[in-house]
């Protein structure tokens, strides 16, 4: 019986032992990686009942390139779209939920989100908890110039960790006070 204690207490300060005690960047990654799935799609809900964001798909050249036709006017009670989308767009095309096509929304994907770096590791003084820095770059496509106020190339993040038994875990999305109060 003796030996089985000291056998059970040498297995469990070998495993705490092994559990990685500092936060580098190749862990960071990997959980950043397996928590958020990049490379990510960026969609963006286009409205082809509105006319004002008819037009706004009219002036970004997306007519010209061959992707959408712009109805430029229509009589009163027709019910055809201001905005259809040619067979040149059909890849960026996603699906729509069914409420949004009764509403004549389609979703078009308009980037990749790739995990960019890490920027910055600040461990807290417990050496316990620590915050985070990195970047995503997006990839745009053709789409991107139907959003009216243009999409950033990079975006940069904060993530909180904390360090329990079972190594060094990602928060998930919740307030600094509760990740300071962990």
């Not at 928590?35 to 004002?52: E, L, M, Q, R, S």
């Not at 040149?88 to 994907?109: C, E, W």
């Not at 875990?169 to 109060?181: A, H, I, P, R, V």
Request: proline share 3%.
């Amino acid at each position: 019986m003796k030996k089985l204690s000291y056998i059970l207490a040498t297995l469990i300060l070998t495993i705490i032992g092994c559990q990685p005690k500092k936060l580098d960047e190749k862990l960071v990654t990997n959980l950043i990686l397996g928590k958020n799935h990049y490379p990510a799609i960026v969609h963006h809900d286009i409205f082809c009942g509105d006319p004002t964001h008819a037009y706004t798909i009219f002036k970004s050249g997306l007519v010209e390139k061959g992707f959408v036709k712009v109805l430029q006017s229509k009589k009163f009670g027709d019910t055809t779209s201001f905005v259809s989308f040619t067979p040149a767009a059909k890849p960026y095309l996603l699906h729509t939920p069914a409420d949004d096509k009764i509403s004549k929304i389609q979703r078009v994907k308009v980037a990749d989100e790739e995990f960019g770096a890490i920027k910055e590791i600040r461990m807290m003084s417990s050496g316990n908890k620590a915050i985070v820095e990195y970047t995503t770059i997006r990839r745009k496509n053709v789409f991107a110039a139907a959003i009216k106020n243009g999409l950033k190339d990079t975006l940069n993040h904060e993530v909180y960790f904390i360090r329990t038994d079972d190594g060094w875990k990602l928060m998930d999305k919740k307030s600094e006070f509760e990740f300071l109060s962990y």
